[in-house]
């Protein structure tokens, strides 16, 4: 059995972007990195990925620097190697040559004692998308709040 336990997740990314696929990568990390992202010090809010040279990098993501590491601590907005199979990362070429497509990374989680990235194969959204599903989460919520309500006059 996997534990899986999340660091820090992207929830701005649903609701800028429609996800169309998404993947599990690791990442390529210093040691204090890693212990800052045990005490949940990452952030993944302008984060986004590329392919280049058959590898993907994942850059904007801000790890802060862990305090009790030496002088020779690591840069905080660093860009990052995203560690996938090569056949995963010509595909990943492919889709994202695609007119509007872009990788955004949904989540930063631990599997196995190892940091990994969930990485979401994205369309942008548009102002009205937004406004639609904003909409509709908000009707969902309305009915459910009147389900409630009728399942106790009952």
């Known amino acids: ?15 800028e972007y429609d996800i ?32 280049a040279r ?12 862990y305090k009790e590491a030496t002088d020779q601590n690591h840069d905080p907005l660093r860009e990052r190697k995203l560690l996938l199979h090569s056949s995963e990362i010509k595909k990943l070429a492919r889709r994202v040559e ?8 949904l989540r930063l989680y631990f599997k196995n004692n190892r940091v990994k990235v969930e990485l979401g194969l994205a369309r942008g959204k548009r102002q009205y998308d937004k406004k639609h599903a904003i909409a509709q989460r908000d009707a ?15």
């Open 98 to 105: 695609e007119k509007g497509f872009t990788l955004i990374p």
């Open 1 to 15: 059995m996997t534990e899986e336990k999340n660091i820090v997740i992207n929830r701005k990314a649903r609701h």
């Open 140 to 154: 969902k919520r309305d009915m459910e709040r009147e389900q409630k309500k009728f399942k106790y006059k009952l």
């Open 20 to 51: 169309v696929d998404s993947l599990e990568a690791g990442i390529v990390l210093a040691g204090s990195e890693v212990k800052s992202m045990r005490a949940g010090r990452a952030n993944l809010s302008d984060a986004y990925a590329w392919v």
């Open 54 to 65: 058959g590898e993907v990098w994942l850059n904007g993501m801000h790890v802060s620097p």
